[in-house]
Each structure stands twice: as structure tokens, then as C-alpha cells.
């Protein structure tokens, strides 16, 4: 009996260290097909009952449910020989933040902490999506169908970056990167994904400009519409896509424009061309006449400012800061490519045709209103206060007292660059597991990043 006891502690660091609840990830994936699954078929069976002319069938809506959840996750269709790849981003966006906070909640519930231990969850969540979606994509038939492989890939890889985002934080893969990284590159991201954020919002200024000035036209769509009902799932249908034209109004910002089917649409040039009556379509310039589309090209250079006195707060000498402003250039430029090809595809094979967004060239474009704004104001606003302070204490024709001025400045700048490292670093994960309970939620432990792999190997030996 006493022989065994060694045997008991040897294995239970390694119970706790595996930390994964198996049956909770189960039950978490579960729970989250069963949910896209229901709020799918709610609204079909939302549309169809108010449709004019429906035959409401449950059976129907159950079975149209399937493809409408490979249409969450960004799966391309085919209907009745016609494809569809131009999908709703509102409906997947939901879904990417329910898959997140599952993750998180799997992560904080079996007491996640480690990079390690967040690699099944991630690979769970990912790979059980995957085959679900390719299940369902085999056993369509009828007018609806998808491939297999596409369904495979754009289900997993949805559910991939939505896991991966939820315990990034909680299990220490942003602290991974933060570590490996330099300071000023570190800030750069950080920066890329706020001008990334803020680019999303010069998208939606357009748009809701664009609004207001087509909402005769928006109206007659409308009534054209005929039916209540039919009026509404028109409005929703409009309302699902409304990331797609936020997205679509940087593009015109930009200056490269979009592109649906014959019709462009820039703000120095646009090409007619026959579009759906959808009300969200008729914000589609049409013609040459409006003089405020030009003013749309001031957004990116908004942008670009901000983005420049960001990173005039990134600590060090000129060089880092430029070099922080290219990282965060090159983040939200390929993340508006990234975008853009997710936005673009194909509607139908009739005069409709491709909708693009021309994703290198809105890339290239994103770029270059970013970094050469951000650089001219990063250059020629003027040093920090830090800079100053720096080169008057370096300065050895300074008198002593203004030295000692200076070192006691230096040391309240060392505290407050002190602060924002400890703001913009990333929550450093616990190491050590407790037993029997989490720590408080409004008290999250910090660790010296020093220790961090010490305390690795401490458990590891144990």
C-alpha cells in the first residue's frame, strides 16, 4: 500500500497538468452546432411564414436549415445550378463570438493555462466543425448543394481562428508572441488591429452617408416589394449584409472601389450596371453626379493621422517608432485583404456576375494611406517629452542640477512606461494550478514574464 502512494503524487501532477474536462469540450461543441443549427432555422422559419405566397412546411425549414449553417460559416452554395459565394458576414460574426466565448468559458472552466493546454480545445472545436460541415455538405441533394471539401475547409478554419481567439489570452498564446517579439513590433500590432477597427469605421461612415442620401431609392425598393412581408425579409435580408457594404465603403474610400458585376462604383468614376432590387444595393452610385463622393477620400487619411499619433507613444527613438507605424500598416492592410476576399464572389450566372472588392489593390492602397500619413506625422509632429528628457540627460555640457532634474523625470517616465507595458502586454497566464479553486476573477495574479518559464519547468519536475 505504501509502495503505491508515490505512484498516486507522480500521477496527479499530470492530471493537473492535462487539465482538460473532456466531457465539458464535448458537451461546449455541442451545445454550439446545436445552437447555429436552431438560430438558423428560426429565421428561415421567420421568412417563410411571413412571406407572401409561402407554404409553411417544418420539415422544409429543418432540412434548409443544413445549408443555411454551411452559409454561416462562409461555405459556398449552389442553387439550382447557380452558385452563390457572396455570403452574409453578420450571421458568421455571431457565430465566431459564440465559438470564442465557448472556447473561453471550456478554458476557464477546466482551468486552462498553459500554451500546451490550449491546443486540443483549438483542434476539438476546429476539426469537429470540419466534419460536420463536409457530413452535411455529402448529404445534400436536391436544388441546394456545396462541395465537401469547401464545406471541410470553411467550417474548420471558422471555427479554428474562433477558438483561437477565445483562449489566446487565458492560456498565454498572445504572451507567446509577446515575448518573441520586439517592443516596438508588439506596439505595431496592437496599433495594426486598432487601425484595423478604425478603418471598419470609416467603412461604416461612408455607408451610412451613402444611406441617407439613397433613402428615396431605398424606400422605392421597398414598396416595390409589394407585401408586408415580403418588404421585411427584403429589410432583413439588407440588415445581414450590412457588414459586407461597411466593409464595401472603405473600399470607396480608398479609391479602388468595388465592383458588381458591369457596374463600379469609385469616387472619381462610376459604371452602371443591372444589380438585385435589395435596398441595401440602392446606396450603389450609379452615375457621376455626386460631389460628396470625393470628400470620402479625407476618411483614410483621418486614419492614417490617428494611426501616426499612436505611434508617436511608442517609447524609443524615430527609427522604432517608423517601425512600429510600418507593422501596424502592414497588419490592417492585410487584414482589409483578408477581408475583402471573404466579402467577394459570385452571385448567380446571370448578368449579376463577380462582386469584388479587388483585395491586392485594396491592400496596396490601404498600405500606402496609412503608412504615408502616419509616417509624416510620426516624423514631423515634433519629439516626445520622453526624447527630451533623454537627450537632456545624456547632454554632458548640462549643468548638475539640471541633471539631477532630469534623472528624477527619468525615473517617473521609467514608471509610466512601467504602466503602459504592463497595459499593452498581454495577460501572462498562471503557471502553478490550483487545486481546488480558481483565482478571483477581479484579482488576476501577475507574473514576472522572467519567471514564467521557470515556473514551467517547476511543474514539469514535479
Excluded at 507567446?176 to 517579439?181: A, I, N, P
Aim: proline share 8%; hydrophobic share 55%.
Amino acid at each position: 500500500m505504501l509502495d503505491s502512494i508515490p505512484h498516486a503524487i507522480a500521477d496527479a501532477p499530470h492530471e493537473r497538468r492535462l487539465g482538460i474536462r473532456w466531457w465539458l469540450l464535448a458537451a461546449a461543441i455541442g451545445a454550439v452546432l446545436l445552437i447555429g443549427y436552431l438560430a438558423t432555422a428560426g429565421l428561415i422559419a421567420l421568412v417563410m411564414a411571413i412571406a407572401s405566397g409561402a407554404h409553411f412546411d417544418p420539415l422544409v425549414v429543418l432540412v434548409a436549415a443544413l445549408p443555411g449553417w454551411l452559409a454561416l460559416h462562409q461555405t459556398p452554395l449552389t442553387i439550382t445550378g447557380a452558385p452563390l459565394s457572396v455570403l452574409p458576414l453578420l450571421p458568421t460574426a455571431l457565430v465566431v463570438l459564440l465559438i470564442a466565448a465557448t472556447a473561453a468559458w471550456v478554458a476557464r472552466r477546466s482551468r486552462l493555462r498553459r500554451p500546451d493546454q490550449a491546443w486540443p480545445v483549438i483542434t476539438a472545436m476546429g476539426l469537429v466543425h470540419a466534419f460536420v460541415g463536409a457530413s452535411i455538405a455529402i448529404a445534400l441533394g436536391g436544388p441546394v448543394g456545396a462541395v465537401p471539401v469547401d464545406a471541410f475547409l470553411s467550417c474548420g478554419l471558422t471555427a479554428t481562428i474562433a477558438a483561437t481567439a477565445g483562449v489566446a489570452n487565458r492560456c498565454g498564446l498572445i504572451y507567446l508572441v509577446w515575448e518573441r517579439v520586439e517592443a516596438e513590433v508588439w506596439s505595431g500590432m496592437r496599433i495594426g488591429l486598432l487601425a484595423l477597427a478604425a478603418l471598419i469605421a470609416a467603412g461604416g461612415v461612408v455607408l451610412l452617408v451613402g444611406i441617407c442620401a439613397s433613402a428615396p431609392e431605398m424606400a422605392a425598393s421597398l414598396a416595390r416589394s409589394g407585401a408586408a412581408g415580403d418588404a421585411f425579409g427584403s429589410t432583413l435580408l439588407s440588415i445581414l449584409y450590412l457588414p459586407n457594404a461597411v466593409l464595401a465603403g472603405w473600399s470607396f474610400a480608398t479609391g479602388t472601389g468595388l465592383a458588381v458585376g458591369r457596374l463600379t462604383a469609385q469616387p472619381l468614376h462610376a459604371t452602371p450596371g443591372p444589380v438585385p432590387d435589395l435596398p441595401l444595393l440602392a446606396v450603389l452610385p450609379t452615375h457621376d453626379s455626386a460631389a460628396w463622393w470625393v470628400t470620402s477620400l479625407a476618411l483614410p487619411l483621418v486614419v492614417g493621422a490617428l494611426v501616426g499619433t499612436a505611434c508617436r507613444r511608442v517609447p524609443g527613438t524615430l527609427s522604432r517608432r517608423l517601425l512600429a507605424l510600418g507593422v501596424a500598416a502592414v497588419v490592417a492592410a492585410i487584414g482589409a485583404m483578408l477581408l475583402a476576399c471573404v466579402v467577394g464572389g459570385v452571385v448567380g450566372n446571370g448578368p449579376i456576375g463577380p462582386v469584388t472588392l479587388r483585395p491586392i489593390v485594396l491592400a496596396v492602397a490601404t498600405l500606402c494611406w496609412l503608412a504615408v500619413p502616419g509616417a509624416a506625422v510620426t516624423w514631423l509632429a515634433g519629439p516626445d517629452a520622453s526624447d527630451e528628457l533623454a537627450d537632456s540627460a545624456d547632454d554632458p555640457a548640462a549643468p548638475d542640477t539640471a541633471v539631477d532634474s532630469a534623472d528624477a523625470d527619468a525615473e517617473d517616465t521609467e514608471s509610466s512606461a512601467d504602466v503602459e507595458l504592463d497595459d499593452s502586454a498581454p495577460e501572462i497566464p498562471h503557471t502553478r494550478e490550483v487545486a481546488d479553486e480558481d483565482p478571483p476573477e477581479d484579482k488576476p495574479s501577475e507574473i514576472d514574464p522572467t519567471e514564467f518559464d521557470g515556473d514551467l519547468i517547476e511543474d514539469d519536475q514535479r
